[in-house]
Nanobody
C-alpha cells in the first residue's frame, strides 16, 4: 500500500499562486508515476499533471500549460504542483494519485489516492 497526503491548499485571490505538496509513504516512490487531479462540485475528476517517479518525464493538461508545473523530490518522497495565475475556475479539491506504470491522464488507471486538499480562488 502507498499512502498519499496532500497539503498546501487554501484560499487565494485570482492571479495568485499556490504550491501543493503530496507526501508519499509505504512504497518506493521512484518506481511510480505520480499524478495530480482535481474535482469541482458537480464535475468529473479532471487531470492536471503527472510526473514519472524518477522525475524524468512530465505531462500536463493542454489547458493548463504554462500555469502548472509538476516536480518531485525523491529524497523527500514528495511531488509538487506549482500553480500560477490562478483563476476562479481553478477552484476544486486537488488530489494526488499514484500508479505503478507509464504516464497517463486516466484517473481510472491510478491505484492510490490521497484525500485531497481544497483550493479556493476568489475573483
Amino acid at each position: 500500500q502507498m499512502q498519499l497526503v496532500e497539503s498546501g491548499g487554501g484560499l487565494v485571490q485570482a492571479g495568485g499562486s499556490l504550491r501543493l505538496s503530496c507526501a508519499a509513504s509505504g512504497r518506493t516512490f521512484g518506481s511510480y508515476t505520480m499524478g495530480w487531479f482535481r474535482q469541482a462540485p458537480g464535475r468529473e475528476r479532471e487531470f492536471v499533471a503527472c510526473i514519472t517517479g524518477n522525475g524524468g518525464n512530465t505531462y500536463d493538461a493542454d489547458s493548463k500549460k504554462g500555469r502548472c508545473t509538476v516536480s518531485s523530490d525523491n529524497a523527500k518522497n514528495t511531488v509538487y504542483l506549482q500553480m500560477n495565475r490562478l483563476k476562479a475556475e481553478d477552484t476544486a479539491v486537488y488530489y494526488c494519485a499514484a500508479r505503478g506504470g507509464y504516464i497517463t491522464d486516466d484517473p481510472g488507471a491510478y491505484n492510490y489516492w490521497g484525500l485531497g486538499t481544497q483550493v479556493t480562488v476568489s475573483s
